[in-house]
C-alpha cells in the first residue's frame, strides 16, 4: 500500500507549502505528491496531475489531501472524484476534515457531502430553470432564430438551378451552405406551401 499526496493550487502566485507539509506529515513521501495549477473552473479528472495521478494510483493505495475541496472544483466534482478513486480500489485520506473512509466517522463525513452534493444539483437546476422563466418573461427567444421566408425561396432557386446542371443533391445544398437534410426540409415546406394554395 502506498500513500499518493495530491495538491492543487488555483494561479502560480499560490503556494502549496502549507499542502505539501501537511501531506509530509502524513508520511507522503514527495516522489509520490501530484500537483495540479488550475483554475477551479475545470473538472479534476481533466487536470494533468490528476490524470497522472488516476494512471498511477493502483487498488490498495491512498490518496492523501490537505482539504477534500482540493479534489474538486464543486461537492459534485469532488464526490465524483472520490467515488472514481474508490470504484479502483483506491482509498482517500482528508487531512484538515478528517475523512477517512476506513472509519465510521469518515464513512459519516463522505455520506454528508453527497446529500449536500445532491443538494448543490438541485440548486443548480433550480437557478438554471429560474433563470429561463425569467428571460421568457422578459421576451428572450430559445430555439434557432426564425428564417426569412424569401431568403430560403433564393436559394432553393440557386439550388434548383444547380440540381437542372446535374449537381447531386448534396453538392448543391453545400452551395448555399445547407445540408442535404436542411435542403429536403426546406423543400418539402416549399412544395405543402404550393399544395396549400391551390386548395
Known amino acids: 500500500m502506498r500513500l499518493l499526496g495530491y495538491t492543487r493550487v488555483s494561479t502560480v502566485s499560490q503556494d502549496a507549502r502549507l499542502q505539501l507539509d501537511a501531506l ?35 487498488p490498495g493505495d491512498t490518496v492523501v489531501v490537505w482539504r477534500i475541496d482540493r479534489l474538486g472544483r464543486s461537492l459534485i466534482d469532488v464526490l465524483n472524484t472520490v467515488n472514481l478513486l474508490r470504484e479502483r480500489g483506491v482509498k482517500v485520506r482528508s487531512v484538515s476534515d478528517g475523512i477517512d473512509p476506513e472509519t465510521s466517522s ?3 463525513m463522505l455520506g454528508m457531502l453527497a446529500t449536500l452534493a445532491e443538494y448543490e444539483r438541485e440548486l443548480i437546476t433550480e437557478r438554471v430553470n429560474a433563470g429561463i422563466a425569467a428571460a421568457k418573461q422578459n421576451g428572450t427567444k430559445f430555439g434557432r432564430p426564425p428564417v426569412n421566408p424569401s431568403v430560403i425561396e433564393e436559394k432553393l432557386q440557386i439550388v434548383r438551378e444547380a440540381r437542372a446542371k446535374g449537381r447531386t443533391a448534396v453538392d448543391a445544398a ?7 437534410a436542411t435542403l429536403y426540409r426546406y423543400q418539402r415546406g416549399a412544395d405543402d406551401t404550393v399544395v396549400a394554395k391551390r386548395v
Open 24 to 58: 509530509r506529515t502524513e508520511g507522503v513521501q514527495n516522489r509520490d505528491v501530484f500537483s495540479d495549477v488550475t483554475s477551479g473552473s475545470r473538472a479534476a479528472i481533466k487536470r494533468p496531475g490528476m490524470k497522472k495521478l488516476l494512471e498511477y494510483a493502483e
Open 106 to 108: 469518515g464513512r459519516l
Open 174 to 180: 453545400n452551395l448555399v451552405g445547407w445540408s442535404r
